[in-house]
């Protein structure tokens, strides 16, 4: 006896397929497809050779998975959503190998989203309905639209996520750690403003290095990493952005609009800024000068660094 169920109008030639899992009418699972535990596959899904599927995977009504296409536990893929795995498909013509999408854990594809060879849905990340995803999505990240771009992020699995008052004056600690508000000092006259800061003195380091961030497209993301051992701070000295701060537990969104603004991240703290407008410019002052090897790029990485 199976250990895992197979409508009587289904088509199940795999014999890798996990416990308790459930396999509607109509669907049909070819022969090398590797299905975890616990997982729902609904009515008309076609699950090609090169598959595998994780563990509690749910794979909604009209789905096609094709060689290449990896989904990683606790995964949700929405009704008729399309993945390609051949950015030059001809009739009769294969490529050499098909190219892979990974959808890595705890991610969710809306209904009639389409999904472009060689993607990477990051983990906890949510495609919106009818998204045609380009490039690869940050874990995370909400991204609607075509071309899929970011709007926002979530809040599943973090005990909080808001955008945060701004202080009005001195300094307010964030929920994430470390991290901290910054209200430098304004001097307004006749001839204009004027803010400043001192070193040592209103600033948390004595900076090492500085550059600026600018024209950057409203659509577009900038940082996406930790440090290992730098500290930063951020002052949005025209226009404004977003930056969104990640400690593995706590998730927390700031948004930078004055130049008396700054935003010091300390260490071992996930980074990412969003939501420029126009004319932003973005100023860091850091700690150090650049080190290639200070940066944590991956946040599967970031997240069993900060773990220990």
């Known amino acids: 006896m199976a250990d895992f169920f197979a409508h009587p109008n289904s088509i199940v030639e795999s014999k890798q397929i996990?416990?308790?899992t459930r396999v509607w009418a109509f669907a049909h699972v070819l022969p090398g497809a590797v299905i975890?535990?616990?997982c729902n596959i609904c009515d008309h899904v076609f699950i090609e050779n090169d598959v595998v599927v994780g563990n509690r995977v749910t794979v909604k009504c009209g789905v096609q998975l094709w060689d290449g296409i990896r989904l990683e536990d606790d995964v949700f893929v929405g009704p008729n959503a399309t993945f390609t795995n051949d950015p030059f498909p001809r009739?009769?013509?294969y490529p050499k190998e098909f190219s892979k999408i990974v959808v890595q854990r705890g991610a969710s594809i809306g209904a009639n989203a389409t999904i472009l060879p060689g993607i990477t849905i990051g983990q906890n990340a949510m495609v919106g309905a009818g998204a045609v995803v380009t490039r690869n999505v940050p874990p995370n990240s909400i991204v609607m639209g075509n071309p899929a771009r970011i709007v926002n992020y979530v809040t599943e699995n973090f005990e909080t996520?808001?955008?945060?008052a701004q202080p009005e004056s001195g300094s307010q600690d964030l929920p994430v750690k470390g991290a901290t508000l910054i209200r430098l000092p304004e001097i307004t006259d006749l001839r204009g403003s004027l803010t400043f800061a001192e070193f040592p003195g209103l600033l948390p380091f004595e900076p090492r290095r500085i550059f600026m961030i600018y024209d950057v497209p409203?659509?577009?993301?900038?940082?996406?990493?930790?440090?290992?051992?730098?500290?930063?701070?951020l002052i949005c000295v025209k226009g404004a952005c977003s930056v969104v701060l990640d400690d593995g537990n706590v998730r927390a969104e700031v948004r930078l609009d004055s130049p008396t603004l700054g935003l010091h991240i300390p260490p071992k703290v996930w980074a990412t800024q969003y939501k420029f407008t126009s004319d932003a410019a973005l100023l860091v002052f850091a700690s150090d000068v650049y080190?290639?090897?200070?940066?944590?790029?991956?946040?599967d990485e970031y997240l069993k660094s900060v773990s220990k």
């Not at 996520?161 to 945060?164: C, F, P, V, W």
Request: proline content about 0%.
């Open 36 to 38: 975890g535990d616990d």
């Open 161 to 164: 996520e808001e955008t945060l």
């Open 18 to 20: 996990g416990k308790a």
């Open 91 to 93: 009739s009769k013509k």
């Open 218 to 233: 409203s659509k577009d993301v900038r940082g996406e990493h930790a440090h290992k051992e730098l500290h930063q701070l």
């Open 291 to 299: 080190k290639a090897e200070d940066y944590i790029r991956n946040y």
